[in-house]
């Protein structure tokens, strides 16, 4: 048990690192764009979930980077999602361990 609570505390880790990271590129005029902030610290998280990468073949080098950019944008909209999830997961974990640390 102790180190699933260990492991989960790396990601949450890992989150707040990828946060820090990407935060000042998401700061404009002074405030954030957590839309903007969210798709950035997704893109690691869904690109590793990602199973089909489009190749495009006999196009141009704008219509292959244009393809890499929609493949990262998807990655980290699904990222996303994945971060939220297990942010929750955690989140109920820790809630449970703490109740039966109480009935203990």
């Keep these: 048990m102790r180190q699933e609570i260990f492991c989960r505390m790396i990601f949450v880790t890992e989150v707040f690192l990828w946060t820090v990271i990407f935060y000042p590129f998401c700061v404009e005029a ?4 957590y839309l903007k902030l969210w798709i950035l610290v ?22 292959t980077i244009a393809m890499l950019v ?14 939220v999830w297990k942010l ?10 703490f109740i039966e640390k109480l009935k203990n």
């Design 70 to 83: 929609f493949q990262m944008l998807i990655g980290g909209m699904i990222g996303g999602v994945v971060l």
């Design 30 to 33: 002074g405030t954030c764009d």
């Design 88 to 97: 929750f997961y955690c989140l109920f974990l820790w809630y449970y361990n």
């Design 42 to 63: 997704g893109i690691p998280f869904g690109i590793r979930k990602m199973q089909i990468w489009i190749v495009p073949r006999n196009r141009d080098v704008g219509s």
